[in-house]
């Protein structure tokens, strides 16, 4: 299973908005709503923000929103914050595994 | 508190193996399955397999099939995960992560594996 295609970064300044992109196939992405995206602070676990394509977790701020179109799955975050600099991974499930992105670094200018 | 504790660090010699455990806290431990992810130094996330703790059936990666094995102990509320054969390119961060219809909801703190001769 290949893995999902992710640019290796992404940039925007405080206040602006930012989008990563996740491309996938017809096997993964374009098949099941089960995208999820998380959030990684360097030396920290992930954390999950955004699941079932458009969902939020509690306590994730709204600033976060998810969408997907046939293949390709995007996370949006809306007023950035100069604490969304992270890297950011998207994962589909596969009809019985799950494949992972190669992960966006978000920085906030 | 819900949360999964992870085993200590390993330093392993190349073809050896590891078992990492993994003790879930706070939530019904049969409810939702558990995942294994793994990250190299500097590199992104992989995702290793899945153990039903329910039924104890699993599913690995392609790439790790015959070297892995997932298993659960629902008496201790534990999980492991063992790496056979090990090799450099095994040396990573492995998490085990609860998942939750398809999404990683909660992590574990990880365990360090270190493969060095």
């Known amino acids: 299973q290949s893995a999902l295609t992710q640019p290796p970064s992404a940039s925007g300044s405080p206040g602006q908005s930012v989008a990563i992109s996740c491309t996938g196939t017809s096997s993964d992405i374009g098949a099941y709503n089960f995208v999820s995206w998380y959030q990684q602070h360097p030396g920290k676990a992930p954390k999950l923000i955004i699941y079932e394509v458009n969902e939020r977790p509690s306590g994730v701020p709204d600033r976060f929103s998810g969408s997907k179109s046939g293949n390709t799955a995007s996370l949006t975050v809306s007023g950035l914050q100069t604490e969304d600099e992270a890297d950011y991974y998207c994962?589909?499930?596969?009809?019985?595994?799950?494949?992972f992105g190669g992960g966006t670094r978000l920085t906030v200018l | 508190q819900v949360q999964l504790v992870q085993s200590g660090a390993e330093v392993k010699k190349p073809g050896a193996s590891v078992k990492v455990s993994c003790k879930a806290y706070?939530?019904?431990?049969?409810?939702?399955?558990l995942s294994w992810v793994r990250q190299a130094p500097g590199q992104g996330l992989e995702w290793m397999g899945w153990i039903s703790t329910h039924r104890g059936n699993t599913i690995y990666v392609q790439k790790l099939q015959g070297r892995v094995t997932l298993t659960s102990d629902t008496a201790t509320r534990t999980a492991y995960m063992e790496l056979r054969s090990l090799r450099s390119d095994d040396t990573a961060m492995y998490y085990c992560?609860?998942?939750?219809?398809?999404?990683?909801?909660?992590w574990g703190q990880g365990t360090r594996v270190t493969v060095v001769s």
């Open positions: 994962v589909s499930y596969a009809g019985s595994n799950k494949v």
């Open positions: 992560v609860r998942d939750k219809k398809h999404s990683l909801d909660m």
């Open positions: 706070g939530y019904t431990f049969t409810d939702n399955g």
